[in-house]
Each structure stands twice: as C-alpha cells, then as structure tokens.
C-alpha cells in the first residue's frame, strides 16, 4: 500500500528518496512522487507509474536540497493519475503533504472548504487536509505545527503523514494514527518512512511514532508530542534488519527467494524455541500468560488473506491437541459484528506486517472484554504486536514478494507449537505423542528442502497448465485451508481464477465446472482422509477433468488415478500443511513467470493493506 520516505539532515535529499522508494516498491503502487526543499522553496515531482517514470521525470531537472519528502500512491480516492498522486500542496501553497491512511470525513470538510474559497486540482482525500491544515494556519494565525495539531483533531480516519510548510522551512512535521511512520535516528540527520525498508541501510535506531503523536523534526531535534500538546518521550529501538536480507541475491523474483528460504526460515521459528530431545516448548512471549492461556474456555483467531488460512490450519491443531473451542474469523468482519467475547477467550490476530488495518481493529475490538489478546506476527514492533498482551513473532524474516510464502510457513510453525505446548499444558496431548509432534516438526525444514528438489517437475507441469481459464484446488481436514492458500496465490499473481474447496464440498456446486482445460489440484496425501479424497478425484476423472496431485512418497496407486503426481515425503499429519503448500507455491510462481506476470508486484495487490 502506499509509503511514505523522507529525508531531513545535510545530504542531498534526492537519492535518499529514489532509493527509499525503491525500497518501498514491494508495498504495491500506482504513482510517485518527491517534494525537494532548499531554503527557496519546494519543486514538486509526480507522476502515475512506477519509481522508475518519476525519474525519467527528473531528468535534467533541478534535485537539490537537503530536506524532502517521497510518495508511492496506491489509489484510493481517485484514479491514478499524476494530480492524484503525492505530495500534494495546499491552495496557496503554504503546505506539502504526503500521506498514508484515508481521511474518512473527506467528503464532508472538502465542502466546507469548498464553501470558503478552497479549489482542488485532484480528488483525493489528501489535499482535503493540505487546505484544511492551512485554513487554520491562516485563520487562527498560529504555528505549522499547532495548525496540525488543530486540523488533525477534526480528522475521522486512519493517517501517517509528512507535512512541510514554505514558511517554516527546515523542518518536517510527521503524525500517525493508525498507518504506521517510523522515524530513524542518525548523527544529525532523521529519516521518517511508513516501515524500516528505506532506513536500515543509514541507521538501525528507529523511533515507532504511536497513534495520534505529532513530530517536529529538524536536522538536530526532534520534539515529540500528542494531539493535545502533551510533550512524549521518544522510545529509540535498535531494529536487527540488514541490507542483505532486503536483496533478490540470485534469485530472479523475492518471491521465489523466500520460497527457497523456507527451510531456513521454519527452522528460525522454532529455533531455540524447541529442545532438541523433542520434549520442551518455550515460547518466551506468551511465558507471561500462560496460566490465562491454560484456562482458555475458548480461541479467537482473527486474521485477512494467507493470515487467516494459516489461523485455519491452527483451529486443527488447537482442537485436535489441545481441545479447545476454536473460531476462525475473517478480521474485517468480526470488527463490525457485536461478537461475544469474555474473560475465558483467547483472541488471535495473527498478521505477517502487524499492520494490517482490519486484524488491527479487531483486536481493539476486544480490548476491555477482559479476553486474553495475543498476535502472532513476523515484523517486531509492528502495531499488533504492540497492542496485543502477549504474542510470539514468526521470525520468518523480512518478507518482500506481495504474495505470502514464507511468512505462511512460520505463521503454522508458531500455531503448531502453540497448540502442542497448550497440549501438553492441559493434559489432552500425551507426553509419547507430543514428543513424536515436536520432533517431526524439527525434521520439517528438511523435508521442505526435499520437495523443493522437485522444482525443476512442478516447472513442467506449471508450463502444461499455464493457460488454463479456472483453476481447482480440493483438500480435507487439515490441508482445506491449504486448498485455499494454493488458490489465492494462483489468483494473485497469475490472474487465473481459482478456487479452493473441501474436497467432499465439490459434488455441491464447483464439479459443474470441470472439463478437460480445468486442472485440479487434490491434496491427497495418505492422511485418515485419503480414501475419501481419492474417492474426490475418481468422481473429476470420469469427468474428463485433469487432476494433479499431492500425494505421499510411496503411494503407487495416486499414479493410476491422477494425470500428474508431486510427491511430499511421508510426515505426521499435523505437519504435512508445511510441506504441501510448498509445490502450490512453486506452481503459482512458474505459472505467472510463464504468462509474463510481475511477480513480486502483482497489479492492484500491495504487500501491508493498511486501509479497510
Ligand atoms: O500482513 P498480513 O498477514 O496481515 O496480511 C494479510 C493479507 O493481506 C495477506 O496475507 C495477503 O492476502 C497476501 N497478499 C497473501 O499472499
């Protein structure tokens, strides 16, 4: 979704910003844009189209200066177009604005404004709170700073913003509520941008602005306060990312990058986490809450998108070993429902950026309801992670690629050792078979590594398919939501319909689709469930469907019923999500790759959906 990078120190500002927007590329866009400050005023750069169409735009243009600020638009209120794009300035040019979120009363205060002389050169919420910040500067005669202050106060919605005023030149005014800014601390200058990505290469200090904080910013100060004038003490944080981890090395796309990581990144999810014998789980994070989490009359999992298929894999778990009630729901619904929720819940926003808008809300949903909130989340200090009572992080690293692959993995990781440890805790799970689940899970990472061999096959079968129109995806019990995951990263990047189904749900409507160009994938590995999921493909053969299957190394009869078999090697059940999404993946990726698709930044997608 959009971001947000700015500069404020003596460097020139210009490449900091290109590159800073770079970096924020993977967020998913549809237009840029700087504003460059020297003392003389601001020279205002934007267009539609990506990074690289900005600096074409430049060329040979004037870039000096020493303070600026960068835009990438993901539209919103308007097309994308070049007026809509940021930074936008207020009518009398007094104010520049960059801005993330949306501004819900937008259409409300642009009447007003429009009552009292204000005109508009584009449609965005955006330049509502330029002219409205400088109404009040130029009504109440006060300083940028309090004119923010002011404005912001009459905002409904969610903002991370960067403001300039041409009158106060040589400082940045920054604000948040709701859409993250992060502010990084360097040797006389600052770098503000809405995640870590444009700063980690110039400092690891960073400063996380909460909700309804304004900064004033200056090369040599930063002064910190709330709407209200109340003055807070900035929190400076070391973050441990480094450039390297932000690089494609030799992979064509960070997406396949982060599929070939999986083995390395599970293996950092449970790292430490999980004794070597196999009979310990120490999950420092939820160390503290644990007698609530052993009481829990019942689990919450609220989460969007490959989040909320992964909390699905965790309602298995959770019931199956540590028996307990388990509800599975969609982040943007439950927010506006009137859910029952009481002391004896555990909710679980479970959310890769922490930042999700709609799994934010949901969690303060039910603050106050006395239920025990935790997050499971992969960026450390996101704001889930700070509005949750406890929680454990994913530890997947820096995930770039807009369709979620490794963050999936160790999101089911933690579910897994979460349900196990609970298990063991609430004497549902044997001590003989939670050994035997903590011991598989440890060997998973290198099962991982196996099915990734196989590349080179699903590559094969990608090409054979790749210009199917519908696309089916069948599993039972605990690889359902496995089903849906390969379907949403199908559709995601290579723009092919696709569907996830129970396998048994298929007689009930999408069988009516099959044909000979509809493949379908069946996960048939040899589960309580496989009979029954063979049964399944029987029923899309005699159909004249294609089916390709999932399967077990070691079932010879999948060959006679399915046209193409990749093979996982034989693991617990529990387990087998980890390694039957890995050819899911690797098949969505070489479908789009063979259709010509941008992979890492697949159209109208972005990375961290800020806005509900
Ligand atoms: O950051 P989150 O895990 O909260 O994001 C949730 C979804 O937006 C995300 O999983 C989305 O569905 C991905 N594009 C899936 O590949």
Redesign the pocket.
């Known amino acids: 979704m959009c971001g947000i990078v700015a500069y404020v120190g003596d460097r020139t500002a210009y490449p900091i910003l290109i590159k800073g927007l770079q970096r924020l590329e993977y967020r998913g866009y549809d237009s840029a844009g700087i504003a460059l400050f020297n003392g003389e005023g601001a020279r205002v750069y934007k267009c539609k189209g990506k990074v690289k169409d900005l600096q074409a735009l430049v060329r040979d243009k004037e870039v000096g200066g020493s303070i600026g600020m960068g835009h990438t638009r993901w539209a919103t209120h308007g097309e994308p177009s070049d007026a809509n794009a940021h930074p936008h300035a207020s009518m009398h040019g007094t104010f520049h604005v960059v801005h993330n979120g949306i501004i819900e009363n937008h259409v409300h205060l642009r009447s007003e404004l429009a009552r009292r002389g204000y005109a508009f050169r584009s449609e965005t919420d955006t330049e509502v709170l330029a002219n409205l910040i400088e109404d009040v500067y130029r009504e109440q005669g006060v300083s940028a700073e309090l004119a923010v202050r002011l404005a912001l106060t009459r905002v409904v919605g969610a903002y991370g913003l960067v403001i300039l005023c041409e009158d106060e030149p040589g400082r940045l005014i920054a604000a948040r509520k709701g859409s993250p800014l992060v502010i990084g601390v360097g040797e006389g200058e600052y770098f503000l941008a809405s995640d870590a990505m444009p700063i980690i290469e110039y400092t690891d200090r960073v400063i996380y602005m909460n909700d309804e904080e304004v900064a004033v910013i200056t090369p040599d100060a930063l002064d910190l306060k709330d709407l209200y004038n109340d003055v807070k003490t900035p929190e400076i944080k070391t973050i441990k990312l480094s450039i390297e981890n932000v690089d494609k090395g030799e992979f064509a796309h960070f997406m396949l990058k982060e599929i070939h990581e999986q083995p390395f990144s599970v293996t950092d999810t449970f790292r430490g986490r999980v004794a070597a014998g196999g009979d310990k789980i120490v999950l420092g994070g939820i160390l503290d809450v644990m007698p609530r989490l052993v009481e829990a009359r019942r689990v919450i999992i609220v989460?969007?998108?490959?989040?909320?298929h992964a909390a699905l894999v965790g309602e298995y778990l959770f019931e199956k070993y540590a028996r307990v009630p388990v509800e599975v729901e969609y982040a943007s619904e439950f927010r506006y429902r009137d859910p029952i929720v009481d002391e004896g819940d555990l909710v679980i926003a479970?959310?890769?950026?922490?930042?999700?808008a709609d799994?934010l809300a949901a969690i303060r949903r039910v603050k106050g309801t006395g239920a025990t909130r935790l997050g499971i989340c992969?960026?450390a200090g996101s704001s889930?992670s700070r509005e949750t009572d406890a929680g454990v992080y994913t530890r997947a690293g820096i995930e770039i690629g807009?369709?979620?692959?490794k963050?999936?993995t160790s999101?089911i990781t933690v579910l897994a050792m979460m349900a196990f440890l609970l298990g063991s805790k609430r004497r549902t799970l044997p001590a003989d078979e939670y050994r035997e689940l903590v011991t598989g899970l440890t060997r998973v990472p290198e099962m991982i590594a196996g099915v990734l061999e196989q590349e080179a096959k699903i590559k094969e079968i990608a090409h054979l398919y790749k210009d199917a129109p519908n696309a089916l995806f069948l599993g039972r019990g605990i690889l359902f939501p496995v089903a849906l995951e390969g379907a949403?990263?199908l559709k995601?990047i290579s723009y092919i319909h696709a569907e996830g189904y129970p396998a048994a749900e298929m007689k009930h409507g999408p069988i009516a689709l099959v044909d000979e160009r509809m493949p379908v994938f069946a996960l048939a590995t040899s589960d309580h469930l496989y009979e029954k999921t063979a049964g399944n493909i029987q029923e899309v053969k005699a159909r004249g469907g294609k089916v390709i299957a999932i399967a077990t190394r070691g079932n010879e009869e999948i060959r006679g019923l399915a046209d193409q078999v990749i093979e996982i090697p034989p693991c617990h059940e529990a387990l087998s999500p980890l390694l039957a999404v890995i050819p899911l993946q690797l098949f969505a990726y070489h479908v789009a790759v063979a259709r010509g698709c941008n992979v890492d930044q697949p159209r109208n997608?972005?990375?961290?959906?800020t806005v509900e």
Do not use: R
């Open positions: 989460a969007c998108g490959t989040s909320w479970i959310s890769q950026s922490g930042e999700t799994t992969n960026v889930v807009v369709a979620s692959t963050a999936f999101q949403l990263k995601e997608l972005a990375k961290s959906v």
